[in-house]
Structures are given as structure tokens and as C-alpha cells.
């Protein structure tokens, strides 16, 4: 639903709280997969109907996001309709921007699932328990929504290179060598960093890869991970087999 909120400007802005979606790339999905197209070969016109029919039922006409995404694909739609010259050889398809960011939402979307599942099996396996300590207490952790943890990723992998033209080519996790690179990493120092183990200019295939082997790794005591400050270096220890035990 949508809900008007007063900001310290005087100005209105509206925030938008769906249990069914989480952004319009979401909604987009969604679409996609009731419709049971190929996301290669997206049917444009009808797929940009039926999300402004579903932004109206949802009553969201005021929703920034779910505009920009409205206009995006009225703007492909209206592409799509040109004519082409026959002296082309190469056509670039207008389409091609916006089946890069589904793919790599929907890849975004497996990872939270993916880790959703390994905290509701931890906490099935594990009983909370409390155990009194005379250091200070700890900080209280961070708290984000599914819908803020996605738009950041997603926000973090647009501002990481300019977007570019080219044929999307879908690429599985690596979570297996990625495990191996961590573990080759720390066999030859105690303490390690993220930029350690992932380079500055990895696809986000391999960022995803590397996030899950850290878990994992974590998982099974073989390191620790810890982070000083939100947004800060995370930082990788090695876990002694003294501690492990």
C-alpha cells in the first residue's frame, strides 16, 4: 500500500509497502513468470500493459520507482515499434538493458533465498540461550528489510561500472571455487579482507559467489568474520583449531 509521508522540506513524498512485491523489478518478475515468457525475448507491449494495469489495481500511480519502471518500458515499447533499416546489419535491442538487471535481480533473489533457508534451519537446529558477561554489551545488530537489502545490492552493482550494450549471457555461482580461493587465501596469512578474496572488478556472479563461501566457511567454523562499522571492510579470521574445538 501506499502511504503519504511529511518530509523536513514540507514536501510529500509517498512510501510503498507491498507483502507480495518487493520493488518494480519485482512486480516485473512476477509478470514474466505468470505469463511464462522467455526472458530473452520479453513480449514488450503486453508485459508493459499488464504492469500498468497492476499498478493501478495496487494503487500505485504515486510510487517513484514503479513510474520510472512504467516510463522505462513505454520508452522500450515506443523502441520497438521504430522501423529498421534494412541496411543494418547489427540491431541492438532495446530490451537488452532491462534483461540485464532482471537477471541479475533474479540472481540477487536465490542468493536471500538461499541464505533465508540456512537461517531458518540454524534457528530450527539451534536454541537461543543467554549467557551473563562482565565485558561491555554488544552493539545491537544492523536491521534491514528484504526490499532495502535488494535495492542496495542493486544500487552498489549500477554505481560499480557504467552499464553497457551487450548480449546477456547467463553465468551459474561458483560457490565451490570461490570456498577454495578463501581458503588458499587464508592458508597463507591469519587475517584476510573482503578485497582479498574478491577483486575490485568481479561480475557479480563471482561478489555473490564469494559472499555465500564466507557464510558457508563461517558456518563450519573454519573462520570468523567481523565488521568494525556499517559499510566497512569485512574482515576475515581464521579460525585456530583450539578455538574451533
Not at 573462520?223 to 581464521?238: H, M, N
Request: charged share 30%.
Amino acid at each position: 500500500m501506499t502511504s503519504p509521508h511529511q518530509g523536513a522540506t514540507g514536501e510529500t513524498s509517498f512510501v510503498v509497502e507491498l507483502s507480495a512485491f518487493n520493488g518494480p523489478l519485482d512486480l516485473l518478475l512476477s509478470l514474466i513468470r505468470d505469463e511464462k515468457v522467455d526472458i530473452y525475448d520479453i513480449p514488450i507491449a503486453n508485459i508493459c500493459k499488464q504492469f500498468l494495469e497492476r499498478m493501478h489495481e495496487l494503487a500505485l500511480n504515486d510510487a517513484a520507482d514503479y513510474l520510472e519502471m512504467a516510463a522505462r518500458l513505454l520508452r522500450i515499447k515506443t523502441l520497438m515499434l521504430l522501423p529498421r533499416h534494412e541496411g543494418l546489419d547489427q540491431w541492438e535491442d532495446p530490451r537488452a538493458e532491462l534483461v540485464r538487471r532482471l537477471l541479475e535481480y533474479q540472481q540477487m533473489r536465490e542468493v536471500v533465498d538461499v541464505l533465508e533457508r540456512l537461517g531458518e534451519d540454524r534457528r530450527n537446529r539451534f536454541a537461543r540461550s543467554w549467557t551473563q558477561t562482565l565485558s561491555a554489551p554488544p552493539q545491537a545488530p544492523l536491521a534491514l528489510s528484504l526490499a532495502e537489502l535488494l535495492l542496495a545490492v542493486d544500487r552498489v552493482l549500477r554505481q560499480a561500472r557504467k552499464p553497457v550494450m551487450h548480449d546477456v549471457v547467463p553465468r551459474a555461482l561458483d560457490v565451490d571455487g570461490a570456498i577454495a580461493i578463501v581458503r588458499a587465501v587464508l592458508a597463507l596469512r591469519a587475517n584476510a579482507r573482503w578485497r582479498d578474496v574478491v577483486r575490485l572488478d568481479a561480475e557479480p556472479w563471482e561478489v555473490l559467489s564469494a559472499l555465500l563461501a564466507l557464510l558457508e566457511l563461517a558456518r563450519r567454523s573454519e573462520l570468523k568474520l567481523a565488521q568494525s562499522r556499517p559499510f566497512s571492510d569485512v574482515e576475515i579470521c581464521r579460525e585456530l583449531a583450539g578455538e574451533a574445538a
